[in-house]
């Protein structure tokens, strides 16, 4: 099916470790999004990558590296994991082309940081 | 400030009744989209309706609508008919035109229950 693929679903990392969230989309959309999500606090957008080629920083950007492999793929890196960045993350994609102006959205990744 | 305001964490309604949660945001930009999204307790984000900032009539799909007040600067999510399976985390968000990467502003949502 077509959409947002996120691996992997669940992690478990001590303090200190690294990893990479592995996010693809098979829409040709332009842009793609890494947001976490936190209780209390929304969905707030850390990295973003609005074409192929180019990354920015969102609101929360520390402790988080990005790369838009290609046009499908964007991954997060987590360079030396922190229990603050226990969360739930979601990768999403959107094109303004298609007619549904929304985000399509992964089915999410919950990091423990322990 | 704030770009998407949520003042209700919890609500409660029973079954078969309307409900309405509210969504407040904050742009100067004239050109904008507002979205609602809910996200059931299997974590996943469901769209659920768009309104854009020049539409003339509020938006409807379904069960749901859209109470746009432009000049109040609020764009609340009506329910009609409550479901048990409408239980669930209800997040408003806006896009900006100008803004060229797209981002998603996203409240802090509202936790909805329905009560049989």
């Known amino acids: 099916n077509a959409g947002v693929t996120q691996t992997p679903k669940f992690q478990v990392l001590k303090t200190g470790q690294s990893m990479t969230l592995q996010c693809a989309q098979d829409m040709n959309h332009n842009s793609m999004y890494w947001y976490r999500q936190d209780p209390g606090m929304g969905l707030r957008l850390i990295y973003y990558s609005a074409s192929e080629g180019t990354t920015d920083k969102g609101e929360v950007p520390n402790g988080y590296n990005v790369s838009r492999l290609n046009k499908r793929e964007f991954s997060l890196r987590l360079e030396s994991a922190a229990p603050s960045q226990t969360s739930v993350y979601f990768c999403a994609s959107h094109s303004t082309r298609t007619g549904y102006n929304g985000y399509t959205f992964g089915s999410g990744t919950r990091l423990t940081v322990v | 400030a704030q770009k998407i305001t949520q003042t209700q964490p919890g609500m409660f309604v029973q079954e078969k009744e309307a409900v309405t949660l509210d969504c407040t945001y904050d742009t100067s930009d004239p050109s904008y989209g507002l979205f609602w999204y809910k996200q059931p307790s299997s974590g996943e984000m469901i769209f659920l309706i768009y309104q854009g900032s020049y539409d003339q009539q509020n938006a409807t799909e379904g069960r749901y609508s859209l109470n746009f007040q432009k000049a109040r600067k609020s764009a609340n999510l009506v329910i009609s008919a409550s479901q048990l399976g409408d239980s669930a985390m209800y997040f408003c968000?806006?896009?900006?035109?100008?803004?060229?990467?797209?981002?998603?502003?996203f409240g802090t949502g509202t936790s909805l229950t329905v009560i049989p």
């Open positions: 968000a806006m896009r900006e035109g100008r803004n060229t990467g797209n981002q998603f502003y």
